[in-house]
């Protein structure tokens, strides 16, 4: 690492970029990571998460090597060799990580090529049942239609009321 010419004085965008790389690590650390280790904890062969964790390891490992190197540049030995062991230490982590990922890949390679095996044997013993042959005879007499039966209709309900009487005709002259 060098030091900047003048001894230790940042220039103010390097001063900018290196607080903003500090502040991503922080949220980082306090808000993504913990939620996506919950997320493997939960279900440790899911090649999904373990492929998230990879991702935000390794870009947590570039941010953290820029501050690193910023530190290096223009911070006190001091802070360069602590941040230097740190990204050291992540740097083993995501080397550790990526060899549990290619060994989990390998294995549910392994599964995948297994199952493929098996579903090719399960259909070679068990051919598919032949289709169905439906003949239809031109010449066979038809069939009379079925009677509809019929069915008798209640008797019509005489209404509660009596009925009126007729009126009387008119007497005959």
Wanted: aromatic content about 4%; proline content about 10%; hydrophobic content about 30%.
């Amino acid at each position: 690492m060098r030091r900047a010419r003048g001894g230790n004085h940042l220039d103010l965008g390097t001063k900018k970029q290196t607080l903003g790389n500090v502040d991503s690590i922080k949220r980082n650390l306090q808000g993504a990571l913990p939620e996506i280790v919950t997320q493997l904890r939960n279900s440790p062969e899911d090649l999904t998460a373990s492929f998230k964790i990879y991702r935000n390891l390794d870009a947590l490992y570039d941010v953290l090597g820029n501050v690193t190197e910023s530190a290096g540049a223009f911070g006190s030995k001091d802070e360069f060799q602590s941040l230097s062991n740190d990204l050291n230490a992540l740097e083993r982590s995501r080397h550790s990580f990526a060899q549990r990922m290619e060994s989990l890949t390998t294995s549910k390679e392994a599964e995948l090529n297994q199952l493929r095996t098996q579903v090719k044997t399960l259909q070679a013993a068990a051919p598919p049942p032949a289709p169905k042959k439906i003949v239809v005879d031109d010449n066979e007499p038809k069939k009379p239609a079925p009677k509809k039966k019929t069915i008798p209709r209640p008797p019509a309900k005489q209404s509660a009321t009596p009925a009126q009487p007729a009126q009387p005709s008119a007497p005959p002259k």
